[in-house]
């Protein structure tokens, strides 16, 4: 293939024969047309038998060939590893870029999030402010709308009083001149005053004389009392009536007592009072409620002769259960009375 080839042979021959002087005078001679061949084109022989496979080349060829190659094979294994190297740093360093971009804008995000938050933490805050303001205002309406209330319920007052001494005066009889020299000097409410305390003292006299003095004591009912009756029962669809009557002439404690209608029960409040010739309404049904409407005072509740009407329940305890008969029962579950 190239231009040393034979003469290589040759010299490889002799030198196998021995003749080592002879070797080196046959290598001196070949080495001018040797050099002749100049380093590019020993390249580009090998590049073009490379091409074919190293078709028809010695072994001795091939091995100068790939010496001839390695050089420049190793330059551009350097240069495909130095552009390797420089695109993994450009990479590496887009990847940082991109890295920092990230965090700048995960920063940014925290950042408003963080603002919206304290925005929205201020706004509560003034809406909290702003609501207790409001309560206040509320509070100072009620309170203004008491006052004004008070001093128009005063106002009222005053003017009834002023109503009613205006009518005490127009209607009052002045005294007469022919009894005035009995009174002399002294004013009416001076001599009218011993005048009435002498007729009560004589009054409290006359009936400690004539009248029994004696307190009848407050009584429990007992089975078997007959002054204590259950004296109506109206039934009306979404109003049922009870009404139980104190015939005797004493005052009944119904601490204790109940009034029953089939399941239904009602346990009168302990201390409860039925006066003497008095009666009292325990309602039931839809229409009852309207009973706790009643502008009774908490102290009024315990007397028949103040609070008359009671309320029992919401419920139908005769249509609803069928039942036409009320019972009266003691504090010992004894019956005192039924309805007729």
Same mark, same amino acid.
């Given at each position: 293939?190239?231009?040393?080839?034979?003469?290589?042979?040759?010299?490889?021959?002799?030198?196998?024969?021995?003749? /080592?002087?002879?070797?080196?005078?046959?290598?001196? !001679? !070949?080495?001018?047309?040797?050099?002749?061949?100049?380093?590019?084109?020993?390249?580009?022989?090998?590049? &073009?038998?490379?091409?074919?496979?190293?078709?028809?080349? =010695?072994? %001795?060829?091939?091995?100068?060939?790939?010496?001839?190659?390695?050089?420049?094979?190793?330059?551009? %294994?350097?240069?495909?590893?130095?552009?390797?190297?420089?695109?993994?740093?450009?990479?590496?360093?887009?990847?940082?870029?991109?890295?920092?971009?990230?965090?700048?804008?995960?920063?940014?995000?925290?950042?408003?999030? #963080?603002?919206?938050?304290?925005?929205?933490?201020? &706004?509560?805050?003034?809406?909290?402010?702003?609501?207790? *303001?409001? /309560?206040?205002?509320?509070? %100072?309406? %009620?309170?203004?709308?008491?006052?004004?209330?008070?001093?128009?319920?005063?106002?009222? @007052?005053?003017?009834?009083?002023?109503? #009613?001494?205006?009518?005490?005066?127009?209607?009052?009889?002045?005294? @007469?001149?022919?009894?005035?020299?009995? !009174?002399? =000097?002294?004013?009416?409410?001076?001599?009218?005053?011993?005048?009435?305390?002498?007729?009560?003292?004589?009054?409290?006299?006359?009936?400690?004389?004539?009248?029994? =003095?004696?307190?009848?004591?407050?009584?429990?009912?007992?089975?078997?009392?007959?002054?204590?009756?259950?004296?109506?029962?109206?039934?009306?669809?979404?109003?049922?009536?009870?009404?139980?009557?104190?015939?005797? !002439?004493?005052?009944?404690?119904?601490?204790?007592?109940?009034? /029953?209608?089939?399941?239904?029960?009602?346990?009168?409040?302990?201390?409860?009072?039925? *006066?003497?010739?008095?009666?009292?309404?325990?309602?039931?049904?839809?229409?009852?409620?309207?009973?706790?409407?009643?502008?009774? *005072?908490?102290? #009024?509740?315990?007397?028949?002769?103040?609070?008359?009407?009671?309320?029992?329940?919401?419920?139908?305890?005769?249509?609803? =259960?069928?039942?036409?008969?009320?019972?009266?029962?003691?504090?010992?579950?004894?019956?005192?009375?039924?309805?007729?």
């Amino acid at each position: 293939l190239l231009p040393s080839t034979k003469p290589l042979r040759t010299c490889l021959v002799l030198e196998m024969a021995g003749s /080592r002087s002879m070797l080196i005078i046959i290598a001196l !001679f !070949f080495s001018a047309s040797v050099s002749a061949v100049t380093e590019a084109e020993k390249i580009a022989i090998c590049n &073009k038998a490379m091409l074919h496979d190293f078709e028809g080349m =010695s072994q %001795e060829d091939m091995m100068e060939c790939a010496e001839l190659l390695e050089e420049p094979l190793k330059h551009l %294994e350097e240069e495909q590893k130095a552009q390797e190297l420089a695109e993994r740093a450009a990479a590496a360093q887009r990847k940082a870029e991109e890295e920092a971009r990230q965090a700048a804008a995960a920063a940014a995000a925290k950042k408003k999030r #963080e603002e919206e938050a304290a925005i929205a933490l201020q &706004k509560s805050k003034q809406r909290e402010q702003q609501a207790m *303001a409001i /309560r206040n205002l509320e509070m %100072e309406k %009620e309170s203004c709308a008491e006052q004004l209330s008070s001093a128009l319920v005063s106002a009222n @007052s005053l003017a009834r009083c002023e109503g #009613e001494l205006a009518n005490y005066v127009e209607n009052s009889v002045p005294v @007469s001149p022919a009894i005035r020299p009995l !009174f002399g =000097s002294r004013s009416l409410e001076v001599v009218v005053a011993p005048i009435l305390t002498v007729f009560c003292i004589l009054f409290w006299m006359l009936g400690c004389c004539i009248g029994s =003095s004696r307190v009848t004591p407050m009584m429990n009912p007992a089975a078997g009392v007959s002054g204590v009756t259950i004296s109506d029962v109206v039934i009306n669809p979404g109003n049922e009536v009870c009404t139980i009557k104190n015939r005797t !002439f004493s005052d009944v404690d119904l601490t204790g007592c109940s009034l /029953r209608v089939a399941d239904h029960v009602y346990h009168f409040d302990d201390g409860y009072n039925l *006066a003497k010739s008095t009666s009292v309404e325990i309602h039931a049904g839809p229409e009852a409620k309207e009973i706790k409407k009643l502008p009774f *005072a908490d102290h #009024e509740k315990f007397d028949s002769r103040r609070c008359n009407k009671l309320f029992w329940t919401s419920a139908s305890v005769f249509l609803g =259960s069928g039942e036409t008969t009320a019972t009266l029962m003691d504090s010992n579950e004894h019956t005192i009375c039924r309805s007729k």
